[in-house]
């Protein structure tokens, strides 16, 4: 069964950038959909960005993010790439790598919804703070 893995998070303070990875370990992550989410404490989770199988032709992004986060594919390295900006302490979050898949299109025509995400990740934290 798929299973992503992602990394990347640490503490960064505000302005800073960090770049999360997610993996499929065995499977072929360009095959997949694959979303972004995070949920900050006391919060409900969020879609924060996707990316559309078949060399990433669409991306989506939430307004929160929007010029600051950036999706991109890796199929050299099967790796999905999130990358962060411009980082706020708003940004707090354990940050979810989330995959799925349907025949001849994509999810990726908005920002991404947990229910159109059947294979997730367990987290990395990304704390911004001075």
């Known amino acids: 069964q798929l299973q992503v893995v992602e990394s990347g998070g640490a503490l960064v303070q505000p302005g800073g950038s960090l770049r999360l990875s997610c993996t499929a370990p065995?499977?072929?992550?360009?095959?997949?959909?694959i979303g972004w989410f995070r949920q900050a404490p006391g919060k409900e989770r969020e879609g924060v960005s996707c990316?559309?199988?078949?060399?990433?032709?669409?991306?989506n992004y939430a307004d929160s993010v929007k010029g600051r986060f950036t999706v991109s594919r890796d199929n050299a390295k099967n790796t999905v790439y999130l990358q962060m900006n411009s980082l706020q302490p708003e940004d707090t979050a354990v940050y979810y790598c989330?995959?799925?898949?349907?025949?001849?299109?994509?999810?990726?025509?908005?920002?991404?919804?947990?229910?159109?995400?059947?294979?997730w990740g367990q987290g990395t934290q990304v704390t911004v703070s001075s």
């Open positions: 065995g499977f072929t992550l360009d095959y997949y959909d």
């Open positions: 989330a995959a799925d898949w349907i025949p001849h299109t994509t999810r990726c025509t908005e920002v991404p919804r947990q229910e159109h995400y059947g294979y």
């Open positions: 990316v559309s199988s078949n060399n990433g032709g669409s991306t």
